[in-house]
Structures are given as C-alpha cells and as structure tokens.
C-alpha cells in the first residue's frame, strides 16, 4: 500500500489526514499550507508548494519526517507511480544533447569529476530523479521525471551549467510473502546420535525402582536458515517471516538475519522400576533430520507483483526418545540350568 500520512505539527502532532493517490489542492481538502511533519509508506510522495502541482517540489521516500523543510508551505501532492528499480539519466555538455555526455544510474556528486557546472541537457531513459545546484544535495533543486529529454537549461530552467549533485528517488520496500513448498521437500540426511547411556541392575528377588525420578530432561536444537536465489532482485535489510510451523516462525531479513538457532529442554519419560534378577539398559537418542524446502516469494511492489524462488533448509534435532531393553541375569546351579537360553526381553520406544 502507497500511503502518506501528514500532521498539522511536527513530531506527529495536531490534526492529520491520510492519502492513497494524487492531491492535486490541499486546500479544498482543508489541509492546505498547514503540513509540518508526515510518514510514508510505499513508494516516494512529491509535495508542492503551489496547486496542481506547481511551484517548488519536495520529494519524501518511505519513512517518517518529524519535521520538514517548509512547514506550513504544501499546496499539492503527488504519489510517484514510476519503476524506480534501475534508473539512468544522461547528462549533455551543451544544449539540445550535444557536445560530451555522461550516463548516470546512482547518486552522484559531479564536484568530484570533471562535469561539475558543465551541463546543458539532458535525457532520462528511467527513473525519477532530483537534480541540485550545489554539491551534498545543495541549493536550487527540480525533478527530472522517466522520458523527458529537457534540450536546453537555461531557457526551460534558467540552470544553465550550474547542475553539481543529483540523485534518483529511491523505491519503496517491496512487501514479500513466503510460502513453503513442502509437497516438494527433500531429506537429505536422517540419523540418530546417542546423548545418553543408563545402566540399572536388580539382583534381588523383589522388584526395585530404578531412580527417584522417572524422567529427565535433555537439549534439542533446530537450525534453520534461508537461501536466496542467485537472480534476487531483493535489496540488503529487506525482511520477511517464513511460517514453518504455528510454534515456529522465522524471520529472515536478507544480508544480516539468514539464519537462526533454537535451543530448548525437552523430559523425556524412562522406566521407573526394574523387575527382579534383572539388567535394565536405557539409550536416549535424539533424532537429526536434514531437509530442504522450495519457497515461493510474493513480492508486491509500486502496484506491480512479481515471484521469484528461495530455498528453506533446515537441521532438526528435536526428536528424544528413551529405547530400552531388559535382560534376565544368569542364574545358578538348577535355576542356570532351568533359564539357559532364555532371550532378551524385546524393549519399547517411547518418542515425544
């Protein structure tokens, strides 16, 4: 959603008003001349000092401006509609595109090279952009807007050679939605790692309890992370939430935030007691599966909505169970005699 929102004082204060799309006079809006702080969500928004969009032009990217420039100066307002992905100006020595020329596609501080003060025309192939006076966004300033070729400064703009710093406006963040392909998932790698080991001998003719307690705690641990395509056209800092599971939402932010580690305590249920003339053996093993998972972004941006693909993988070692198996110990004299060849007792399993 494009949204701007302005207040009547700085710091968000007093009264305020909410827009969608073009306000071409703030004053039949009863809100003209009187914006001294605003937020924008989406893409850049252009305020104008006079009506439909004349006099001087401020421009404000996605953010929030506790003050401005020109308080109480706003007549007009407009959204700005235009691709802003991959912009590019071309900048002319002399008037009507002659003479050397000098493409553009980021901000660039022409003091620091050789065009500073030389340009006479221009053409913008993409892109909207903001040219200044002076170095540092300095000074004078106007809008050069996706397909205007302005043939000569000093007669439309009265800016002849004096152009020393310009920028393009920066597009807003593009809302992304995840989702899990998990009919097209992969195991790459399921084993069990023992974690502990429990030895109990009853040698009396009477059942014993085995432990004061009947369970015990242990760590698991899921890894996660996700993976970009090489063709992203996602920039640095740009975050998402990825909803593996109700209890497990992972929130990617691309650059700094790509994976995550979970760590927690999980009790574990064990025999209680050990029957008569018995060896009792208890393996707790945690399981670890290795997956991947296809994930399809949604990525809405400026109207527009596009999908590209990402990989989700993981390594979960949240599964413990206790195995265990009960052995008879050997007997003497006739009683050996009468339980030679007696088998182990088959254990159970119990997972969580």
Aim: glycine share 6%; aromatic share 8%.
């Amino acid at each position: 959603m494009n949204r701007i929102t302005v207040y009547e004082r700085a710091n968000f204060e007093g009264l305020s008003r909410e827009f969608t799309c073009d306000v071409p006079d703030l004053h039949e809006l009863d809100f003209g001349n009187c914006i001294a702080s605003l937020k924008v969500e989406g893409q850049p928004w252009i305020a104008y000092t006079d009506p439909k969009y004349e006099g001087e032009p401020y421009a404000f990217e996605e953010g929030e401006y506790p003050s401005v420039d020109r308080p109480n100066s706003f007549s007009a307002l407009r959204l700005v509609h235009h691709d802003l992905g991959d912009p590019q100006i071309t900048l002319y020595e002399h008037p009507n595109f002659q003479g050397a020329c000098k493409v553009v596609t980021e901000e660039t501080n022409l003091a620091y090279g050789y065009f500073n003060d030389r340009v006479a025309s221009h053409t913008v192939q993409r892109g909207v952009w903001l040219l200044y006076q002076n170095p540092g966004r300095g000074g004078w300033h106007c809008l050069a807007w996706p397909g205007e070729h302005l043939a000569d400064y000093k007669l439309e703009l009265n800016f002849q050679s004096r152009l020393s710093h310009l920028r393009p406006l920066r597009p807003g963040r593009p809302l992304v939605s995840a989702r899990l392909l998990w009919e097209q998932k992969r195991v790459e790698e399921e084993r069990e790692v023992l974690v502990d080991e429990i030895e109990g001998v009853n040698e009396t003719e009477s059942e014993q309890v085995l432990a004061a307690s009947s369970s015990r705690e242990y760590g698991t641990t899921l890894w996660q992370s996700f993976h970009f395509s090489n063709a992203t056209s996602l920039k640095a800092g740009l975050s998402f939430t990825l909803t593996v599971e109700a209890s497990n939402i992972f929130t990617v932010q691309k650059g700094r935030s790509e994976s995550s580690t979970r760590r927690q305590r999980v009790e574990v249920q064990l025999p209680a007691k050990i029957p008569p003339r018995t060896a009792l053996s208890i393996q707790v093993l945690r399981k670890e599966v290795t997956l991947s998972v296809p994930v399809l972004l949604t990525i809405t941006q400026n109207e527009s909505v596009r999908t590209e693909m990402g990989e989700y993988r993981s390594v979960s070692g949240t599964n413990v169970s206790a195995r265990y198996s009960l052995k008879p110990l050997p007997a003497t004299g006739r009683e050996q005699a009468a339980t030679k060849g007696t088998d182990t007792v088959p254990g159970t399993r119990m997972e969580l």
